[in-house]
């Protein structure tokens, strides 16, 4: 990995496993870029993560509706999106790595192309996680294709990582002494600085590999993956308004207790993402390490995605849910108590990496059984697979955006000095809190609402029952159907 000094101003990449066009657009990259990089102020910073989160969760649930009254074509109902999407997408994100030549327009510039990226990559995020209710009816295939999901979109982000600490990190960004010596850059030097090596190709050029590998990902998917329609939906398919859907939606019981489960567990890692590459550099002092412990997380969470979802399939998912999330607690102590020790710290690092696999799995791998149980109880409500997608995504971005925003303003308040090869020691202690202890509250309150979650393996077994009936009484019906249709154009 790329190292040396400022490194880190350009290849944070998150924990979180999103694909790799994200990996170099992840909010914790985004939010030293407009640091250390950009040399945003903290406050106008924290104002376009939190505003361009916010509206990246606001538009989830809008795509989700508007894809769920989408007709069927040749494609299907969700392959349309994904196409016409994915290019716009790719010139937005190339513009959020160009710096106008007007510093003053910085921020609206960075405000309007992250909102712009963000809502163009909805377009493609919402159908293609719900395409998962749309490749076979099994539970067991799609909790299978579930797995595979989320182990590429891994190591999709691993590459997106690695792809910008090489190429971003040979534009260096070192940290400047002030004439009394103080770790802090001079607000002039690094504006000249900054402006020379956003203007070098560096950072477009990872952006245009990133894009490359995304366009191939995007045919590939287009050419390789087909919709099934479930046989009963094409009964009594009824119009739904888009705040009808949403009472549907949000007043199904399990999902709501699903939601509030995973919604704390989920804010708990975006803390740790959010502040892991400013807490490695300052806090344990590894300004030359980080980008190998997160790489070491990343490869830890891919290798044992295969190996949570043999232990779901063997022991159950709530069971899963309770051990795999559970087990980042005692690592995350060990981290607020230890002192700077690189090789413990790579032993975390790796530890990590499995609780995020389960953390992350997990939640998309039980959303399925949901939607199921929703189909049992709704028969006649169809078409609301992408809704239930994009408002689960709507909880975890808001939480995003909020946990950012916190993060962002709870370091400006501790002083945290822009460029700075050091930190005030409340910078330090701020940054452990955001790492450590916050999320462990956070994942002990959600497994403690996750309690509530109804559906067990048994419950499981009854509603794929359930459904292999209502499917074989509607192909049934169907055979019937046309078998009286040719009786009439016979007579």
């Known amino acids: 990995m ?72 040749r494609l299907g109902r969700l392959m349309p999106w994904i196409i016409f999407s994915t290019p716009l997408a ?37 159908p293609y996680s719900a395409l998962t209710m749309f490749i076979s009816t099994e539970q067991s295939e799609r909790d299978s294709a579930t797995a595979y999901r989320m182990t590429v979109e891994v190591l999709g982000t691993v590459l997106g990582t690695a792809i910008q600490g090489q190429i971003v990190g040979q534009a260096d960004t070192p940290c400047l002494q002030d004439t009394n010596g103080s770790a802090v850059a001079s607000e002039s030097a690094n504006r000249t600085h900054s402006t020379t090596s956003l203007k070098d190709t560096a950072y477009l050029l990872a952006a245009g590999v990133i894009a490359s590998i995304y366009v191939i990902c995007a045919v590939i998917l287009t050419l390789g993956v087909r919709e099934q329609r479930e046989p009963y939906e094409t009964q009594q398919a009824e119009p739904m308004s888009f705040f009808r859907g949403l009472r549907l939606v949000m007043s199904h019981g399990p999902y709501i207790k699903l939601i509030a489960g995973f919604l704390f567990t989920s804010l708990a890692f975006m803390l740790v993402e959010g502040n892991f590459a400013l807490f490695c550099t300052y806090t344990l002092g590894f300004r030359n390490e980080f980008q190998n412990l997160l790489l070491a997380i990343m490869l830890s969470a891919t290798f044992t995605i295969p190996i949570w979802q043999w232990f779901l399939t063997r022991f159950g998912k709530k069971t899963a849910v309770y051990i795999g999330i559970s087990s980042a607690v005692p690592f995350l102590i060990l981290v607020a108590l230890m002192e700077s020790n690189l090789i413990i710290t790579y032993v975390v690092a790796v530890a990590a990496g499995i609780s995020v696999a389960a953390a992350f799995l997990l939640p998309w791998s039980m959303l399925p059984d949901v939607i199921d149980d929703f189909h049992l109880k709704q028969p006649h409500s169809h078409g609301t697979e992408p809704i239930f997608f994009s408002f689960y995504v709507f909880f975890t971005k808001f939480a995003s955006g909020v946990s950012l925003g916190i993060s962002t303003l709870s370091l400006d308040f501790a002083g945290y000095q822009t460029r700075g090869c050091s930190q005030p020691a409340r910078v330090r202690f701020t940054l452990k809190m955001l790492v450590t202890m916050a999320p462990i509250v956070l994942i002990l309150l959600g497994l403690l609402l996750f309690k509530l979650y109804p559906i067990d393996e048994e419950k499981r077994r009854q509603n794929k029952k359930a459904l292999q009936a209502l499917r074989d009484e509607a192909s049934s019906s169907g055979c019937s159907d ?3 249709t040719e009786l009439a154009s016979i007579l």
């Open 2 to 73: 790329a190292k040396g000094e400022g490194a880190e101003s350009g290849s944070a990449a998150g924990l979180l496993p999103t694909g790799i066009l994200q990996a170099g657009e992840r909010p914790a990259q985004v939010k030293i870029y407009l640091l250390d990089v950009a040399q945003v102020d903290p406050f106008p910073a924290s104002i376009i993560l939190f505003v361009g989160r916010a509206w990246d969760a606001f538009t989830d649930p809008l795509v989700g509706f508007c894809i769920s009254k989408s007709s069927w074509t």
């Open 90 to 126: 790719i010139i937005a994100y190339f513009l959020i790595w160009f710096v106008p030549d007007f510093p003053e327009v910085q921020p609206l510039w960075y405000l309007l192309f992250y909102c712009l990226f963000e809502t163009l990559v909805t377009c493609f995020h919402v």
């Open 482 to 484: 046309t078998d009286s």
